[in-house]
């Protein structure tokens, strides 16, 4: 059980179920059968489980370095070759999944992955290190749309909407982490930035997805947005101003991250209020 609970612990657990959720969500929206929502929930969330674990086996010798208590594989909880693992096979269990769904959605999950470990490889440490999140959040809608009986990309408006999303999760999810990312050559586009800048532009990325859903869900109509959107619009929106004002009031702390998370979920449920109109 101690080897589970720090498998668990170097998962990245809160995003790891934040993205989860929105699978289902966009599972929900695409109106999913009952299996096909379940194999894509549980394919995403094997995704997530195993690029988590990754990124902290390749961490494991800099958390170390840095003292990161909080790092289950660097406080020698669980081996850095089991961790591999257990990546490994859920990995494998993530594209089996997807595969009984379908190819297209096999193939899109795979390069949604595949992007997401190369930036735990090696990409975050450079200034591209944004876009394994425009790529593989881009994707993720049509993760849902193509698990459909009749699989088809997402609109393009939720492209744009998943790759806002993923611009602010990574502009948000390294802030509290600089000093120690600076201290062992980890050097990506948030750290060139510095943390207000890179909060801020996050409030914005969260707002400008909130637009491309509402303006395109309704088709460029926006007297045809249903009340419902509006609200959850204004939901995000009011959260984004929150996340833009403590970024420059105060120091930069996880809080921010756990704001734009919830930004996500909220955006999630706008996405779900959109409907049919997610397919493109």
Known sequence: MRTVRALWGS???GPTLVVTALAFALGLATGLDAARLALLTVAVFAGQLSVGVSNDAFDAARDREVGRADKPIARGDVAVGVAWGVSA????LALLLSALVGWRMLAAHAVALGSALAYNAGLKSTRWSIVPFLVSFGLFPSLATLSAPVPAF????AWLAGAALGAAVHLTNVL?????D???????????LGPRASAVLAAAAVVAGAVAVLVGAAGGDLSAVSP???????AVVAVAALTAWRAIVRPPT???FRLVMLAALLLAAQLVASGSALVA
Not at 89 to 92: E, H, S
Not at 228 to 234: I, L, Q, T
Request: charged share 20%; aromatic share 10%; glycine share 10%.
């Open 11 to 13: 998962s990245h657990p």
């Open 89 to 92: 096979g859920l990995l494998a």
């Open 154 to 157: 997402a609109a393009g408006w």
């Open 176 to 180: 509290p982490d600089l000093d120690d």
């Open 182 to 192: 600076e201290r062992t050559g980890v050097r990506g586009l948030p750290h060139r």
């Open 228 to 234: 419902v959107s509006w609200v959850f619009f204004a």
């Open 254 to 256: 996880r809080s921010l």
